[in-house]
């Protein structure tokens, strides 16, 4: 557990208030403890990688900050925003792409983003530019009038970020978007949503397994069992844990082998 | 009701105290019906209650019992004077016929009508009156004015149905037990013709235009349609209603409109009313009305029938031009006969 | 958030659930095929009258047909809310209803926008019913179809309501089926839907207090009253009570707090 030195390789540190900040966030199902004090930061710009094996909390973790359910313990802010207090606030300002997929089968692509434009009080003009927007910036813009159905897992994939992106969030959260994909989709959308971090500032907690996912220059959390073992730039945890690469560092860290 | 100056009508409550519910009935519509009365119009409907030995007055506009009156015994068949200012009521079991005055609701004065008179027609002339005695196998006729038996004519067993002609010259009577429906000129009080019909001829009712005679046949289940002229029938009428059983199906009552093109038929336990294109001879629909549905009358203009329903105890008010039953007002006990003035 | 942006959530709400009842054609028929066979089919082995008295705010005798035909209108509501829950219960195995649920507006609202929409749709199925049972003479008064409007979205609410809050009790899809069994039949068979109530009354005081007790049993009464313009004061009364008690559950089930959804727990991950 290193706290980490806020250090970013490409943007400068936008004034202090932090994205997503999660500060003593304990979670239990019954007698199972879920999530034991997990506490990290996120700040605009920033590329961080939730990272943890099956079964670590990640998806827990997840629903705490998107207020499926409430976090008993700790706080969970949102630009400032508490997401107990102030949810309304907080949610408005977060995009979300869950592990499982939530996006209607049987409406087209546009109807769902009109969907999510709605639920979020957007006027009808408002919702077709961004969508044009959206779905160009993912190469989707031909298929808006498809249904969701005949779509491959990838471009599901994509529509989901396009509709996550709908409201101008600026914080963005996925969790595994990545699973069941081809290398060629996975790197797209990995690409693709390091672009935005990168050229719109958005901040963006990318949850996975898969640690070639990680990139040399993100913020990297690591959870494991519940529990954040590390949290800070790739490169100092890497030093932190005495490994030389991140793998190392993994397994060193949880005293597993994570592939 | 009196006919006021200027043809106000203004109808005078007879202050008889009744309970219960229709106590109620009647102090609202007291309210209403001074003001109401004029608004009104001329429409009141007059129903024999066979058991409970009274006549119900019902409002035509408001659809409410304003009135019961005390009668004679077993009040069944009831008729209007010509001039509608009296009604004439059939007390079988009192042997006699009495006549209420309709502005005091009182009885006047009875005549006599030969045994247990059961139905009675008036002849166009409002002054002689032709009574079926049911237990004597007769027909008797009375001279209104003079009070007194002008002649007694023998017919069928059991005679019942009692239809005259719109020119007053054939009387038709049908005898229950024969199954005839006998022809008599109302001159020579000759019987000119018998018909036979289905069994148990209940009513006989003449077009408006004298041309056809409608005989109902109760257990028989049919309305023959028999040509006034050449007496023959030209048409024998059945009934069929999904889920009634046949044995239900029993027609009594027979009303025609006044321009030939519909029929209405009351149908006894099937508690029903047939509606008949009168021209085609074709039942159109029947109508759900209440128990043990016995006669019929039209309102003046027809724009409305009324039926007793003898079990229930009920009037049921049809709308015909729409062909849809609107409302059932309860009478007394086990209504009969029924005119609308 | 203001108002505007509540305006269009509901309408965005109302759209998805159109377009869904649309895209699936089969449940438009059989929404439709079930009153209908039920009136025709059914109601044709009962033509005789019902009992002696004449039953309140029909001024005559009527027939069979036209007694049950509020009943199937409830009946039609009924499966519609009961369509929802199940749709609802979908959604949370499918994921859509995560959709709704990081909505910035506040859940108690998305909730009520979701039911809404859902009476909206049964409402379009009961109309389609009324207009082919006219077509067999089976009818109101003409103004009776308007003032029947307010009576059909308040027991569609409380339908809607009582499908929510099951929803929120069924774990998974397979334990639908039962749970409607516990509901549907009883809350149709034991209401004044068949047979009126004094007639109940006559053979059994209990059933007879099981179905006075029945909201289902007011909300029929309540469109029976509407359908003629007239208002039953203690029905409506008791549906607007129902529909407060399963709305509020139901929020309370779905309420990220107490949830029963955190007690549940999601696939480990």
């Known amino acids: ?108 692509v546009s109807q769902n983003l009109r969907y999510h434009a709605a639920l979020h009080g957007m006027s009808r003009r408002a919702a077709a530019e961004r969508l044009e927007v959206e779905l160009g910036r993912l190469d989707m813009a031909e298929r808006a009038d498809d249904k969701v159905r005949r779509l491959s897992g990838g471009q599901r994939r994509r529509v989901e970020i396009a509709r996550a992106l709908m409201h101008g969030p600026r914080l963005l959260l996925l969790d595994e978007p990545t699973v069941g994909l081809d290398i060629r989709a996975r790197q797209a959308i990995l690409d693709h949503v390091r672009r935005l971090c990168r050229e719109e500032g958005l901040a963006v907690l990318w ?49 597993k082998d994570g592939t | 009701m009196i006919r006021g100056k200027r043809g106000r009508v203004v109808e005078p409550m007879t202050g008889r105290r009744l309970g219960g519910a229709r106590g109620l009935v009647f102090a609202a519509v007291l309210g209403f019906g001074i003001a109401g009365a004029q608004a009104a119009g001329a429409v009141t409907v007059y129903v024999s209650n066979e058991k409970d030995n009274t006549i119900s007055v019902i409002d035509g506009e408001t659809l409410k019992v304003t009135a019961t009156v005390p009668v004679g ?36 004065r009875t005549l006599p009508s030969g045994p247990d008179p059961e139905l009675f027609v008036l002849h166009p002339d409002g002054n002689r009156l032709y009574v079926a005695n049911e237990d004597d196998n007769m027909v008797t006729v009375i001279d209104l004015e003079k009070g007194t038996v002008i002649a007694e004519v023998p017919v069928g067993v059991e005679p019942e149905g009692m239809g005259l002609s719109p020119d007053g010259k054939i009387l038709v009577t049908t005898s229950e037990t024969t199954n005839m429906a006998h022809f008599i000129d109302t001159g020579t009080y000759k019987v000119v013709d018998s018909v036979l019909v289905d069994t148990r001829p209940r009513v006989a009712e003449f077009t408006r235009d004298g041309k056809y005679v409608w005989v109902s046949s109760e257990i028989g289940g049919t309305v023959s349609v028999i040509d006034a002229r050449t007496r023959k029938v030209v048409e024998k009428i059945t009934f069929g209603i999904a889920g009634i059983r046949s044995e239900a199906i029993q027609p009594v009552g027979v009303r025609i409109t006044g321009d030939g093109k519909l029929a209405f038929v009351a149908l006894g336990p099937a508690n029903r009313v047939a509606v008949i294109d009168a021209e085609r001879f074709a039942v159109r629909k029947y109508l759900l009305v209440g128990q043990r549905v016995w006669q019929l009358a039209f309102s003046p203009d027809e724009s409305k029938l009324f039926t007793t329903n003898g079990v229930s105890k009920d009037v049921s008010v049809i709308d015909v031009k729409r062909l849809k039953v609107v409302k059932s007002i309860t009478v007394g006990r086990f209504p009969w006969g029924i005119v609308v003035k | 958030m203001t108002a505007v942006h509540y305006l269009r959530c509901l309408r965005g709400i109302v759209v998805r659930e159109a377009l869904r009842f649309l895209h699936q054609r089969g449940r438009f028929i059989a929404a439709l095929v079930r009153p209908l066979v039920w009136l025709f089919i059914f109601a044709a082995g009962f033509r005789s009258v019902l009992g002696v008295s004449i039953i309140p705010p029909y001024e005559t005798y009527v027939l069979y047909e036209v007694y049950i035909t509020p009943g199937l209108i409830g009946m039609i509501q009924l499966f519609n809310g009961m369509q929802s829950s199940l749709s609802m219960v979908y959604d949370r195995e499918m994921g859509s209803m995560k959709t709704l649920l990081v909505s910035p507006l506040p859940r108690w609202y998305l909730l009520t926008c979701k039911l809404l929409a859902g009476v909206a749709v049964s409402i ?71 047979y009126p109530l004094w007639k109940i009354k006559e053979s059994s005081l209990l059933l007879y207090n099981i179905c006075a007790f029945n909201p289902f049993t007011h909300a029929v009464e309540m469109i029976r009253f509407a359908l003629y313009g007239q208002v039953n004061t203690f029905s409506s009364l008791y549906v607007l009570a129902s529909l407060a008690l399963f709305l509020g559950l139901a929020i309370y089930g779905y309420d990220p707090g107490r949830g029963l959804i955190a007690r549940r727990g999601e696939p480990a991950g």
């Open chain 1, 1 to 108: 557990m290193t706290p980490a030195a806020p250090a970013q390789a490409t943007e400068p540190v936008a004034d202090g208030v932090a994205a997503l900040a999660v500060e003593g966030v304990s979670h239990s199902f019954g007698a199972r403890r879920a999530l034991e004090n997990v506490a990290f930061t996120v700040h605009p710009g920033e590329f961080a990688v939730l990272l943890g094996l099956n079964g670590a909390g990640k998806t827990t973790l997840f629903s705490l900050v998107t207020r499926l359910y409430h976090n008993r313990s700790g706080a969970i802010r949102i630009f400032g925003s508490d997401v107990r207090k102030k949810p309304s606030r907080a949610l408005a300002q977060i995009g979300v792409v869950f592990q499982q997929p939530t996006i209607d089968l049987d409406l087209s």
């Open chain 1, 207 to 255: 949850a996975t397994h898969l640690i070639d996912e990680v990139g040399g220059h993100d913020r990297v959390v690591v959870l494991h069992e519940g529990r954040v073992l590390a949290f800070g730039g790739v490169a100092d945890v890497i030093r932190g844990a005495g490994a030389a690469t991140i793998i190392e560092a993994f397994t060193t860290l949880t005293g």
């Open chain 2, 73 to 108: 015994q077993r009040p069944r068949g009831i008729i209007l004077s010509r001039d509608k200012t009296r009604l004439y009521i059939c007390a079988s079991d009192s042997n006699h016929i009495e006549v209420l005055d309709l502005a005091t609701l009182k009885i006047t």
């Open chain 3, 124 to 194: 379009l199925q009961v109309y389609a019913f009324l207009i082919v049972a006219a077509f067999w003479e089976i009818d109101a008064p003409v103004w009776g179809y308007v003032s029947l409007l307010p009576a059909l979205v308040l027991s569609g609410l409380m339908l809607g309501a009582l499908g929510m809050l099951l929803s929120s009790v069924i774990k998974q899809l397979e334990n639908f089926a039962g749970v409607m069994n516990f509901v549907i039949f009883p809350m149709f068979f034991a209401s004044s839907t068949l």
